[in-house]
């Protein structure tokens, strides 16, 4: 019965994280329908969507589903690249480009994430003109285009506001997971430069933060 509470987990009842009376915490649940329309309104053309994940990352299992249950109503076609590390991601990577993708999406992969290729692939996807579309600001300050999802530090503050509230409160009354707000706008003004993509398109998305590639 010790209290547990996690942090930024996707889909809680796919991790069986509910219905257990001594746990909760926060999830990042991606909205990949508003990642979706932010694609098409850069582009209103495209017409090849590149799926960029992991197989092995529970994270992506829903998102990826619904990309590409919008993608069909749409009558968009996507191709589908998997990789699990830093070099299968480039791989994976210079695949799409070759398969002249229009844009890219990753959700929010840990996987993807732990090999840190963002920072090798964003040069040549920038330079083939495709805009990558993540999950994670993480991603968009490593040099992917864009996001719309979780402000992480407003989430970790979340998750640590729940921790104190369980060891001094006790967690009865308590949900099984709380979703953290979304609706921040994460764009790279050095990746949008390098497509011709005024980040104006997105102002009607929400809040949008702009920043530059890091290695952080």
Excluded at 25 to 44: H, R, W, Y
Excluded at 109 to 120: F, R, T
Excluded at 169 to 197: C, H, P, Q
Aim: proline residues 3%; hydrophobic residues 40%.
């Amino acid at each position: 019965q010790t209290p547990v509470v996690y942090a930024a987990v996707s889909d809680p009842e796919a991790a069986e994280l509910t219905g257990i009376d001594y746990v909760t915490g926060t999830s990042d649940a991606l909205n990949t329908e508003k990642i979706m329309d932010m694609i098409f309104a850069a582009n209103p053309d495209v017409k090849n969507v590149g799926l960029l994940y992991s197989l092995s990352e529970a994270n992506s299992t829903k998102p990826i589903a619904d990309a590409k249950a919008y993608l069909d109503e749409k009558g968009i076609s996507y191709t589908e690249q998997t990789a699990n590390t830093n070099d299968e991601v480039i791989t994976a990577a210079s695949s799409l480009v070759a398969d002249k993708v229009d844009a890219v999406f990753t959700p929010t992969d840990n996987v993807i994430m732990a090999a840190e290729a963002e920072l090798a692939i964003a040069p040549e996807l920038a330079e083939a003109g495709i805009p990558h579309y993540t999950g994670a600001d993480s991603f968009v300050r490593n040099g992917a285009f864009a996001t719309c999802g979780v402000n992480y530090t407003a989430l970790g503050t979340q998750t640590a506001d729940l921790a104190y509230q369980a060891i001094t409160e006790g967690m009865d009354g308590m949900e099984d997971y709380y979703t953290a707000e979304g609706g921040i706008v994460t764009v790279n003004t050095e990746t949008a430069k390098a497509l011709n993509i005024d980040t104006a398109v997105f102002k009607d998305f929400g809040d949008v933060v702009e920043v530059t590639t890091t290695e952080d």
